[in-house]
């Protein structure tokens, strides 16, 4: 159930209804928007009496949701979600973008990567210091010693530093060192570790999982949420099929999709959506112009010595190129600003 208040509906009316929803035993998650604030219930196992809340002041309705999730939805946030990351946000008028190595293996090369991202205007740096591999003898990342070149690099360039966690002790660790927190596709369910995520303070760049489906996604970022964690970005990174031309398939139509949907911001992986470096480009082009609030990019200074995902690795000036590119293509599809 949702309680939506009036738009003129006090702060002392709004908390009001948050503490009869407490003293029912379940948690509440008031959401301000811009026209009203609507409060989301969860924690409960059956249907919720309306008639609690109907009378109370400043209460406009109390909405029975009928979809799985409830607080990833535009009926909780009519607007657009904004992730705040310290001075930089994914989800406003800015097309954010997020790129770096998919591994960070030394200091050489990821400051090497960092001076050109940050030379693009780019706000985010990515780069795994935990990395989940499909075979335990690859490179399995730097672990700490990653996250402090990552916290060296935020501090030299002033880059905000997105980078996974695969466990609830490395979200600890990511958690000291960094300013985003990347659930990669292989834990999207992995509901102990959303729920951890959930606590933090940090925001969520939350991919797609292989063969996640749309729901099963949302309600991904839904456990992330119900902890109290409102700041989740969505990954669209390219699911399973049986195409065999691309190393995933980059699920564009997702984009729309999750708008209808959703008031959470949603970016596009390019590199891990199509596995191969000359199909990065033209599909961050697509991604950009289908909507997506941002991309996270995969950049080496040498693809050819990638520790992990050399093949889809841009080099540097490759890199440079789509930035200008996409940008150019965001101010076409971009509403005019007001004013
Ligand atoms: C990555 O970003 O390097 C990564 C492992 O991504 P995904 O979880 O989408 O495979
Ligand atoms: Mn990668």
Redesign the pocket.
């Known amino acids: 159930m949702l309680i939506v208040m009036k738009a003129d509906a006090t702060d002392g009316q709004v908390e009001a209804v948050v503490q009869v929803i407490e003293e029912l035993g379940y948690k509440a998650h008031p959401m301000p928007g811009a026209a009203r604030t609507a409060v989301g219930i969860t924690g409960n196992s059956g249907a919720i009496d309306p008639s609690h809340f109907e009378t109370l002041p400043g209460v406009a309705e109390a909405v029975r949701i009928s979809k799985p999730y409830k607080l990833v939805t535009l009926d909780m946030r009519k607007e657009k979600t904004v992730v705040r990351v310290g001075d930089a946000a994914i989800g406003g008028d800015e097309l954010a973008i997020i790129a770096g190595p998919?591994a960070v293996e030394s200091r050489t090369q990821a400051f090497a990567v960092a001076e050109v991202v940050r030379r693009s205007g780019a706000r985010f740096f990515?780069g795994?210091a935990f990395?989940?591999r499909t075979s335990p003898y690859a490179f399995q990342g730097l672990g700490e010693d990653g996250l402090k070149i990552l916290a060296e690099i935020r501090d030299t360039f002033g880059l905000k530093i997105v980078t996974?966690a695969l466990d609830e002790p490395s979200v600890d660790l990511v958690e000291r060192y960094a300013d985003m927190i990347?659930i990669?596709?292989?834990s999207m369910q992995n509901f102990t570790l959303l729920r951890r995520v959930g606590k933090s303070s940090l925001p969520v760049l939350l991919?797609r999982g292989l063969s996640a489906t749309l729901d099963e996604w949302l309600l991904a970022a839904e456990y992330i949420m119900a902890e109290g964690n409102y700041q989740v970005v969505l990954c669209e990174?390219g699911i399973r099929t049986f195409s065999q031309h691309t190393r995933n398939t980059l699920d564009l139509a997702a984009i729309p999709a999750v708008r209808r949907i959703s008031h959470l911001p949603v970016i596009v992986?390019p590199s891990?959506g199509t596995g191969k470096n000359y199909m990065v480009t033209p599909l961050a082009r697509a991604g950009v112009a289908v909507g997506a609030d941002g991309l996270i990019v995969?950049v080496h200074d040498s693809p050819g010595n990638a520790l992990s995902?050399g093949a889809q690795a841009l080099t540097l000036d490759q890199y440079e190129r789509l930035v200008s590119e996409v940008r150019a293509i965001h101010e076409v599809i971009a509403p005019a600003p007001v004013g």
């Open positions: 998919c990515r795994g990395k989940p996974e990347q990669g596709a292989r991919k990174r992986d891990h995969e995902d």
